[in-house]
């Protein structure tokens, strides 16, 4: 037997490319699909031997003559030889001269009732496509090259075959390396970018080809911004051209797919820029009073939800956050310029944000039967639960300001679940602060009551509503918060007992009754210190000086230098005490009396100043 060179050893001998042997050709390629030495042997003898141009010959007779037959056969082995993935057949598939014969095999799938038109829609595609500012002849080729193979592998290739499915890394790799090319050599293009938002922002651009070239422009922001050693010089180029202003308008356009990109494209800035959009939105704030400003077009498009089943507000909510969010800004910005910004957003922009709560929620309550309102108003407090968390000092504010929670615990009665759940949240995450002005608001704005009637009318019900409640109540027990576990047990003891395995309440009960049994050992120490109040309670902090205030006011009561009301002012501040009045009847002789009272406890009070002041609580005779 003749020994075979080392050349003809490393080929397949190949059926004759005719017509008759298509099915012949069709076997032997579908038999080395799960052997890499085999693959590798066909790729190199399908390119020796020229095999690709033959059968593509074959193609245009078997369209011509309308071979069904053959054509089936054809798309089997020319996705067969795709599914080789080997670079060196690529060279010849994607060429000039066999890319539309390749894509036109393609379309007679056996699997479909009725060929493909990807070669009709490929010329459309390519005709949208002259709207991008490529002048190189030569780019403009390997653009269009590109263009072409990746549609096959999305579009044509999308649903490969099980043993496939991880078959095409070479074919990735080449576009990839494709687009890095062409992307590259539009970095040296100067004046690439003026043209492009020169087309974008010019009316008389088809819609059509302004999605191309917008889909096109998304890309090559995502690949500039990839590369660090390219980042900065691209973000300051987006910056002297007025980008933002460009991207807000393209925020706003009718066309979806046009608003999808923009958003995709702010979503890459404020990853790596965020900076940069922090001024800009400064800026506008000084310059416009009008509502056409970014941050104001971003919470409108989380709010009017205009593409409730794309699920873009999603990406919207998580781009506010990153924007309002004070530790990512203290990366890159001061304290002052963060709080800066802050003040911005809660002069100009909160209004915005909670507009659509403060409409649904007045004190007249009506069902919310609109789901798509619903889950608006759950966006809604998502984000101000955020804002709750991040921004103490102004979310604080304006919470007081507007009476905010009481407004969000109406949704309590809403029927749709996940917004009462989403309402319990939100005041969850304020008690989960500890804040003592947060918690003297709740009290004397009675603002449990709602969510106890909430736990009753949901009953013994197991669900996510019970459950979150009762977490709620185990929070306030497990961190001692007095205050509240007072106004709890004091004002919805009874209410509360009606509730099966509701065992929290019992522990906050317990909690009470030894609290109280503490204060009235102080009580019986110090004496009684104010008989004529309705109540009072004292922070833990309470110190010294607060005392000898309330001792002065007490001091200039009795003795005819004050007027005869009670101390409202300490009430402004929460970190002494909060005071509620007594009714006009009872002021005159109880607070008298009690200022009466008072002088004998200062004295008391100087003689013990080493011993500890405790909380009170002074209880209505």
């Known amino acids: 037997m003749p020994k075979r060179t080392g050349r003809v050893s490393h080929l397949m001998a190949l059926p004759p490319c005719e017509l008759h042997r298509l099915g012949e050709i069709a076997e032997l390629v579908a038999s080395v699909c799960l052997s890499r030495i085999c693959r590798k042997k066909l790729a190199l003898t399908l390119k020796k031997k020229g095999y690709i141009p033959k059968l593509l010959q074959l193609f245009q007779e078997c369209e011509s003559a309308k071979n069904t037959e053959g054509l089936h056969l054809l798309f089997d082995i020319v996705r067969g030889i795709l599914y080789l993935d080997k670079a060196i057949l690529f060279e010849v598939l994607f060429s000039d001269e066999c890319i539309l014969g390749v ?16 070669r009709d829609f490929l010329a459309k595609t390519e005709k949208l496509q002259e709207v991008i500012p490529i002048r190189d002849p030569e780019l403009r080729q390997k653009f269009l090259q590109t263009s072409r193979v990746e549609y096959i592998h999305t579009i044509i290739m999308r649903n490969p075959p099980y043993l496939k499915v991880r078959c095409l890394s070479t074919l990735n790799s080449f576009i990839g390396s494709s687009k890095n090319e062409i992307f590259h050599a539009l970095q040296q293009d100067e004046e690439f970018l003026p043209e492009v938002f020169a087309k974008l922002t010019n009316g008389a651009t088809a819609g059509e080809q302004q999605y191309e070239l917008m889909k096109f422009f998304k890309e090559f922001c995502a690949f500039s911004i990839a590369l660090p050693e390219k980042r900065d010089e691209f973000l300051q180029t987006l910056s002297k051209l007025r980008f933002l202003p460009i991207l807000k308008m393209l925020m706003g356009m009718d066309d979806l797919r046009i608003r999808s990109d923009a958003t995709d494209i702010l979503s890459y800035l404020v990853d790596f820029n965020t900076a940069t959009i922090h001024k800009f939105v400064i800026q506008e704030a000084q310059q416009s009073e009008n509502d056409t400003q970014l941050i104001t077009e971003i919470i409108k498009r989380i709010i009017c939800r205009p593409d409730p089943e794309f699920g873009g507000d999603i990406q919207l909510m998580d781009i506010l956050c990153a924007l309002i969010d004070p530790k990512e800004m203290l990366a890159t910005a001061s304290h002052l310029e963060v709080f800066e910004f802050l003040d911005v957003f809660y002069d100009r922009y909160i209004h915005v944000l909670t507009a659509p709560l403060l409409a649904d929620t007045s004190e007249e309550w009506y069902e919310i039967d609109n789901y ?10 998502e984000l101000l639960s955020f804002c709750v968390e991040q921004h103490k000092y102004h979310m604080k504010n304006f919470v007081m300001k507007k009476d905010l929670l009481r407004r969000i615990l109406v949704l309590l009665k809403s029927k749709h679940k996940f917004l009462a759940l989403s309402a319990l949240r939100f005041m969850r995450r304020i008690i989960g602060l500890k804040d003592e002005l947060y918690n003297c608001y709740i ?3 009675n603002l449990f009551e709602p969510v106890v009637n909430a736990v009753l009318d949901n009953g013994n019900k197991c669900n996510l509503f019970k459950s979150a409640s009762m977490e709620l109540f185990e929070f306030i027990q497990k961190e001692d918060i007095q205050i509240l576990i007072t106004h709890i047990v004091e004002n ?8 099966k395995h509701f065992h929290t309440f019992q522990a906050l009960k317990t909690k009470y009754e030894h609290k109280k049994e503490q204060q009235n050992k102080q009580l019986n120490r110090y004496g009684p210190v104010s008989q004529g109040w309705s109540w009072i309670v004292f922070s833990k902090a309470i110190n010294s000086k607060a005392l000898e205030a309330i001792y002065d006011l007490a001091e200039s009561e009795t003795s005819g230098k004050a007027s005869i009301t009670c101390p ?35 004295r008391q009070h100087q003689h013990h100043q080493q011993a500890p002041v405790a909380p009170i609580q002074c209880a209505q005779p």
């Open 103 to 118: 894509v036109g095999c393609l379309e007679y799938d056996p699997c479909l009732a009725q060929p493909g038109w990807h």
């Open 372 to 381: 798509q309102t619903a889950e608006t108003l759950a966006s809604v407090l």
């Open 492 to 499: 919805f003891s009874d209410a509360l007992q009606s509730v």
């Open 568 to 602: 409202t002012s300490l009430a402004a501040s929460p970190s002494h005490c909060l005071v509620r009045q007594l009714s006009k009847k009872q002021q005159s002789h109880r607070w008298l009396k009690m200022c009466s009272s008072m002088k004998v406890k200062r």
């Open 443 to 445: 009290t004397v704005g």
